[in-house]
């Protein structure tokens, strides 16, 4: 009775301990090392406008793509590549491309695919969804690059249900494909030093979509430098890290600077929130928070502790959903 017992157990998908170690022997490795883009994983790229993150991924495609190592990742070995973006004319994205090119020569020829009629489809749309999977069988690709992803919906991104739909279509073209994608994001416009995925606009959904984040800043508007944060569901922590332009090719490249180390964080005290009021007279909980966030260079939680911490001791007061100081 014991080898019926264990044949259904395995067909109704219940799996004893050492019959997922034997069909789960090891985890498949990454994509990009170390750990920044998990196979059949989400990886969300975001910084303020202007700051790269475009140029960034073009170059992760081309390595990617030519099995290169750049721009301080290792590609353990090459992947076809196919790249929806949505910002620049065909010719002008084929003029971007072309000094990338020279330094790996033709190694990404074949296995680099531009989808140039993406312009137009939204992934929030059946039909759309259909053109990018027929697109990316039609590519054989293994790595999807969405960018921007602003462009492939029509959402209200500061709605968390939209959001999370959009999110779940994600799934959906991740899953129906089986490549991993690399989707292009804006942040908000207030961030905070310790902040990463909360970053990005509608970050409460995309936090339950995304396996890694990366976050550019810019940390002098004087030098082609930025500083690159991460955060990880499965990989370990890194470091920031810093990375220079070359005018010449467009490949961001290991820079020999560190990247400066963070101010202490503090406790948000009473009369950090007084001030926060103070410039602003009164103000919602979401509209005190982000400014005692922008002003204190705290993460969201310790923000509002401290505007419940004043509210329990009296020191603000909170009427009709506005916050002021007592009169």
């Known amino acids: 009775m014991r080898p019926a017992v264990k044949k259904e157990s395995s067909a109704s998908g219940v799996l004893s301990l050492g019959q997922l170690l034997e069909h789960n022997p090891a985890p498949t490795p990454a994509l990009v090392d170390p750990g920044l883009l998990p196979a059949s994983g989400i990886l969300f790229v975001g910084g ?30 090459a992947r076809r590549v196919l790249i929806c973006q949505f910002e620049l004319p065909t010719p002008q994205f084929a003029a971007r491309l072309a000094p990338m090119r020279k330094p790996i020569g033709s190694a990404a020829d074949s296995s680099l ?33 969405l960018d921007p992803l602003y462009s492939t919906h029509d959402q209200d991104e500061n709605d968390t249900r939209a959001m999370a739909a959009l999110c779940q279509t994600l799934l959906r073209l991740r899953d129906a494909s089986g490549a991993a994608l690399i989707v292009v994001h804006h942040v908000r416009k207030s961030v905070g030093r310790y902040e990463i995925g909360s970053a990005f606009r509608g ?88 400014q005692i966030m922008s002003q204190s260079e705290c993460s969201r939680r310790t923000a509002q502790l401290a505007i419940r911490r004043a509210c329990k001791e009296g020191s603000i007061v909170q009427d009709n959903g506005q916050y002021r100081l007592p009169l």
């Open 203 to 290: 970050s409460s959904a995309l936090h339950a979509v995304g396996d890694s984040y990366l976050l550019l800043v810019r940390p002098s508007p004087q030098i082609p430098t930025v500083e690159l944060r991460f955060q990880f569901r499965y990989a370990p922590a890194q470091e920031p890290r810093l990375l220079s332009l070359d005018a010449s090719t467009l490949w961001f490249e290991a820079s020999t600077s560190k990247p400066a180390l963070p101010h202490a964080r503090r406790k948000v005290e009473t009369p950090d929130v007084h001030r926060a009021l103070e410039a602003a007279g009164s103000a919602r909980f979401n509209e005190l928070r982000q």
């Open 48 to 77: 303020e406008p202007k700051v790269g993150k475009s140029l960034l991924v073009a170059n992760l495609a081309l390595a990617l793509a030519s099995g290169s190592s750049r721009a301080g990742f290792t590609i353990p070995q």
């Open 113 to 145: 695919l531009i989808d140039t009629e993406a312009a137009g489809h939204l992934l929030s749309a059946p039909r759309g969804l259909d053109h990018f999977l027929r697109a990316i069988r039609v590519a054989k690709a293994e790595v999807v690059v």
